[in-house]
Structure formats: C-alpha cells, structure tokens
C-alpha cells in the first residue's frame, strides 16, 4: 500500500501563487506516473497536470502556462507551483500516483483563490 500526504493549500488572492507537496510513502518500489487533479464543488474530478518518472509532463489547457509540474525521485514527491491563481482554480486538489497497475490518491488540499 502507498501513502499519499499533500500539503500546501491555503487561501490566497487573485494573482498570487502557491506551492503544493506531495509526498508517497509505505510500499513503495518504483512509482510511475505521479499527478494533480481538482474538484470545485458541484464538479466532477479533473485533470490538472501530470509526470512520468522519466519527467515527461503534460497540462490541462486551463492552467498551461501558469502550472508546473515536478517530481523528486529520490524524496518520491511531486510538486505543483500554482503561478497567476485565479479564482476559478478554487478547488481541492488530489495527488495521485501510479505503481504498477493500482492507481493510489491523497485526501485533497483546499486551495482557494479569493480577495
């Protein structure tokens, strides 16, 4: 079983930034794809960014631009640096990561984007 923990949400203005964490622990043996999704409320799940292990990302067309996705092998932790926030990327947001064939998720951290 993996563990997922995200950490770094919090409220914050239009326009500003914010860095979320999220690191795996417990059986881990090689993890592959790692990645950030979103639920606003009233709305389904979505993709926002993801890596392979070789690093290859990939973006929703929403927050191209203003994201970035990044992961440390060694510390098995992914990153997303939220830049230019804006209030329609107020949700909770959800890591995932991929090892072997079981996809394994975090509890979410609220992000809101509010003056």
């Known amino acids: 079983q993996v563990q997922l923990m995200e950490s770094g949400g919090g409220l914050v203005q239009p326009g500003g930034s914010l860095r979320l964490s999220c690191a795996a622990s417990?059986?881990?043996?090689?993890?592959?794809?790692m990645g950030w999704y979103r639920q606003a409320p009233g709305k389904q799940r979505e993709l926002v960014a993801t890596i392979t292990s070789g690093r290859s990302t990939s973006y929703a067309d929403s927050v191209k631009g203003r994201f970035t996705i990044s992961r440390d092998n060694a510390k098995n932790t992914v990153y997303l640096r939220m830049n230019s926030l804006k209030p329609e990327d107020t949700a909770v947001y959800y890591c995932?990561?991929?090892?072997?064939?079981?996809?394994?998720w975090g509890q979410g951290t609220q992000v809101t984007v509010s003056s």
């Open positions: 995932r990561a991929d090892q072997w064939s079981s996809a394994y």
């Open positions: 417990g059986r881990i043996f090689s993890l592959n794809a």
